[in-house]
């Protein structure tokens, strides 16, 4: 990554014990890859000051240890991004996720079709054919935050979520793509479902779809879907 091009982060507190760290604020690669580097710096570099850290797509907030002063936190992360660090960007570990789009493994294919305008076979070859980097994981367990979707597939979100999503459910929510990786609430647009098992609480911090991750889809039937039920742990 050229240096010339890197811009020191914002640094404030975000509460009395927790600290926001906001790069440019646009959703890009360029900007993940500065959000992936400087977590797993940050983790490796000052762990006896961090007790959690969150990256989302274009900022990293620390959660303070009992006792570590803010403030003086906050004055050293100035000067840690004052200096110069090789952003280093690792290769891409690719994923190939299977994907039934049929029937009642998907229940909103056909809303989706109806705010596209796109045909339900328009719909899974846009899907199965866009090149996919996982920025973060929240919400829940697991769950990654997906980008590149092609934009003719952008369909609001339910009005009403739904109370319990299967997991392995594959859904489109605005302009992203996602997977639940365990069963829970949810009010994105369910348009198939993978039978891999893509979380396991005994992994849970090597998650199955990692940050800087690349995802393709592909599809399979009903039969091939009850044929793979596999784990990628």
């Known amino acids: 990554m050229d240096q010339e091009t890197f811009r020191p982060p914002t640094i404030l507190p975000a509460?009395?014990?927790?600290?926001?760290?906001?790069?440019?604020?646009?959703?890009?690669?360029?900007?993940?890859?500065?959000?992936?580097?400087?977590?797993?710096?940050?983790?490796?570099?000052h762990e006896d000051k961090i007790s959690n850290l969150s990256p989302a797509y274009s900022s990293i907030?620390?959660?303070?240890?009992?006792?570590?002063?803010?403030?003086?936190?906050?004055?050293?992360?100035?000067?840690?991004?004052?200096e110069n660090h090789e952003i280093k960007v690792t290769d891409?570990?690719?994923?190939?996720?299977?994907?039934?789009?049929?029937?009642g493994f998907a229940p909103d294919l056909a809303r989706v079709s109806a705010h596209t305008g796109l045909s339900i076979k328009q719909i899974i070859h846009k899907h199965t054919t866009g090149k996919y980097l996982?920025?973060?994981?929240?919400?829940?367990?697991?769950?990654?935050?997906?980008?590149?979707?092609?934009?003719?597939?952008?369909?609001?979100?339910?009005?009403?979520?739904?109370?319990?999503?299967?997991?392995?459910?594959?859904?489109?929510?605005?302009k992203q793509t996602g997977i639940y990786p365990i069963q829970s609430p949810g009010g994105w647009n369910i348009i198939g479902r993978t039978p891999l098992n893509l979380f396991s609480w005994n992994q849970a911090?090597?998650?199955?779809?990692?940050?800087?991750a690349s995802i393709e889809f592909y599809s399979i039937t009903d039969q091939e879907f009850h044929d793979n039920q596999e784990s990628l742990f």
Not at 26 to 41: D, P
Request: hydrophobic letters at 35%; glycine letters at 8%; one cysteine or more.
């Open 61 to 82: 907030l620390i959660r303070l240890k009992e006792g570590i002063s803010i403030w003086r936190t906050i004055a050293k992360l100035k000067q840690f991004f004052n």
């Open 205 to 212: 911090k090597t998650p199955a779809l990692p940050m800087g």
């Open 15 to 45: 509460s009395d014990r927790s600290i926001m760290i906001q790069f440019n604020q646009e959703i890009s690669e360029y900007i993940h890859q500065q959000v992936h580097f400087y977590s797993t710096l940050l983790l490796e570099t």
């Open 134 to 174: 996982i920025y973060f994981l929240g919400f829940s367990p697991g769950f990654p935050y997906v980008g590149g979707m092609d934009p003719n597939l952008e369909t609001p979100r339910l009005e009403s979520p739904r109370t319990s999503v299967p997991a392995g459910s594959v859904a489109i929510g605005g």
């Open 92 to 103: 891409r570990t690719r994923i190939k996720i299977p994907v039934c789009y049929e029937g």
